[in-house]
Nanobody, 119 residues
Framework: QVQLVESGGGLVQPGGSLRLSCAASGTIFGIGRMGWYRQAPGKERELIGSITSGGTTYADSVKGRFIIFRDNAKNAVYLQMNSLKPEDTAVYYC??????????????WGQGTQVTVSS
């Protein structure tokens, strides 16, 4: 009934920027926490940061470089990535806690989008 779709990944040179988008669709009564994760080959999935009505948090590895923001009218969350480094190369995933009924919440994941930072 509900899904998240990511877009905006691609190849970028070190020091460059990318903006990832994540849009939720389906039967949506509301959306709570939204966040971004990433997973590099051979590594565990890593929480990049999340955003709620109470504020935004970031992993130490991306503080000062990445920004997460939401557009509630579009049921969307964005990840602005600046000063990209080769170690940022990974598959990036969107995650959201979505209210699908009055008292029902679901944890939903996107399919992932590849970000490659290389010269």
């Amino acid at each position: 009934q509900v899904q998240l779709v990511e877009s905006g990944g691609g190849l970028v040179q070190p020091g460059g920027s990318l903006r990832l988008s994540c849009a939720a669709s389906g039967t949506i009564f509301g959306i709570g926490r939204m966040g971004w994760y990433r997973q590099a080959p051979g590594k565990e999935r890593e929480l990049i940061g999340s955003i709620t009505s109470g504020g935004t948090t970031y992993a130490d590895s991306v503080k000062g470089r990445f920004i997460i923001f939401r557009d509630n009218a579009k049921n969307a969350v964005y990840l602005q990535m600046n000063s990209l480094k080769p170690e940022d190369t990974a598959v990036y995933y969107c995650n959201a806690n979505i209210q699908t009924q009055v008292f029902i919440f679901k944890d939903v994941w996107g399919q992932g989008t590849q970000v490659t930072v290389s010269s």
